[in-house]
């Protein structure tokens, strides 16, 4: 009996879908320990092995931290880019290959290992000479970054995060310290950040603090707003230096700094007030963001957010409470809800808001777009409306394990939204 194409495809299907079924299945009864040992590691070895352990013909750079990865990572890579060094970026904001940028669509702060030596390898054979990689705690947990011998590497801070995976704060901190390998010649912490304080044992770390006297320079001629955007092109800079770019070189670089796709970018169509696109999700970026614009916006602003599913539901009723106190109206939407009720997650946010009035300062509106056109309709010259959660990510994700993803670009639909419909003349 012979198979057809379309009963081969079937067949695969079903397998596919069995495997995912049964992935999920030992994920709850093996420990993770485990899976990490038997099945991440070998294939992290495994990946670097084929493509010929790329990272090795690299410079190697981590920036890892719980906030400012994305922005320091892309800000380094920027500064490399006016030194002439050929470099490759892979962010969870942007991919870039010798200033070919493209966005990531995968999801992923760091990737499978197959897909980033995959990506260095690429690298080296377009003549790059260093690599910067984002480096989440999830990655250097499962192995992802084995086979990649960073020589420098950033912590941006470490305010807790991701404790649906890490058992504790504790825990996040340890998963961190293990990037700091011998091989590591610096690691250049944020000196203002007290729960940094357990790697400045390290011989090589290099604390880095405001008072710099370079951050007066920074500052002078940087475009970019905020202390946090402040401190992260401070790192940046100082991991310049370490690979010998001149401090002349550096301060040029930063004069035409840009934001990273979907950090503070703005929207502009012709409208007559701000629109700014930006990744804060959790309580300490919120009070960053807003800390950086407020003052900077005497009449309104009007906050569009929603909280991701499936992560610590204790933070939503405090960045309720950062959004009560900095925007003059807040819109609570969705954003990836994963497997929860869209419903649930803004009524958790909804409880840290006490000085807003429903439907004249304060919305419930679920649908992300809708939401979005209403902080349009209700801007008036001057005001400043922040759509806040999901930066320049490209999908809206549902369902457990992200089960369903549907395409999705904050900056595209407000755009799309902002830009008047074509006249078409009559006859």
Known sequence: MSLTASSFFHILLIHAIFLLSMKSFFKKIIPKKLIILFWHKPKAMLAALLFGFPAHRLVCIAVAGTKGKTSTAYYLSHILDSANIKNVLFSTGALKIDREETLNT??????????????????????????IIE????????????????????????????????????????VHKRLVTKKITAIFLNGDDKNLLPFSSFPAAKQIFTTDPFMKKIKAESPLPGAFNAMNLLMAACAGRR????????????????????????????????????YAHSPESLKNFF??????YKKNIIAVFGACGDRDPQQRPWMGKILDTYADICIITTDDP???NPN????????????????????NIPDRKEAMRKAFSLAREGDCVCI?????????????????????????????????PAQTSGQ
């Open 106 to 131: 995968l999801k992923l702060t760091t990737p499978t290992p197959f897909f980033l030596h995959s990506f260095l390898a690429k690298a080296c054979r377009h003549g790059c000479t260093h690599a």
């Open 135 to 174: 480096v989440s705690s999830h990655a250097i947990d499962q192995h992802r970054i084995w086979g990649i011998p960073f020589s420098l590497a950033i912590m941006t801070n470490l305010t807790p995060d991701h404790l649906e995976y890490h058992t504790d704060h504790e825990e996040y901190i340890t």
């Open 243 to 278: 690979l010998n770019i001149s401090e002349n070189t550096i301060l040029t670089a930063i004069k035409t700094m840009t934001s990273a796709p979907g950090r503070t970018e703005k929207i502009s169509e012709g409208q007559n007030f701000d629109v700014i696109v930006d």
């Open 291 to 296: 800390e950086a614009f407020r003052l900077a």
């Open 338 to 340: 994963y497997s929860e």
């Open 344 to 363: 649930a997650i803004a009524s958790h946010i909804q409880s840290g808001i006490m000085q807003k009035k429903p439907n004249e300062t304060l919305f």
């Open 388 to 420: 806040l959660g999901k930066g320049a990510e490209q999908w809206q994700v549902f369902g457990a394990n992200g089960t369903k993803k549907i395409p999705w670009d904050d900056r595209k639909i407000a755009r799309e939204l902002l830009t008047p």
